[in-house]
């Protein structure tokens, strides 16, 4: 199913928010890389607790889009973000979650 632009909004903010430094960023980075490769990234679903009602509904946004999406959500960044860096595995490594 192809984003809304409501959930390609959403899925802006957080990559934005994950490579951020508030409290949350890591819980959004871990919720982003869970969607991007869920074995090796897997998401503690009560780690939604974290993080404030707003930024919740965003991940509610763009999980709704990934049960059937039209692309996946790195290629999706990548377009939507053509002038930033979308790289989902430094994001593993630079908040040490996974395997990385």
């Known amino acids: 199913m192809k984003m ?9 903010a957080l ?3 994950a490579n951020g430094d508030s409290g949350q ?3 959004v980075a871990g919720f982003l890389l869970g969607i991007y490769h869920g074995q090796r ?3 503690d679903l009560t780690d939604f607790r974290c993080l404030d009602d707003s930024i919740f ?5 763009v999980l709704l889009n990934d049960h059937n999406p039209d692309t996946e959500i790195h290629m999706t960044l990548e377009r939507l973000l053509p002038a930033e860096r979308i790289d989902f595995e430094a994001l593993a490594r630079d908040w040490e979650i996974g395997d990385s």
């Open 4 to 12: 809304t632009e409501k959930q390609e909004q959403a899925a802006v």
């Open 25 to 27: 960023c890591r819980y």
């Open 15 to 17: 990559w934005r928010l």
């Open 41 to 43: 990234f897997p998401f």
């Open 57 to 61: 509904i965003k991940c509610m946004e």
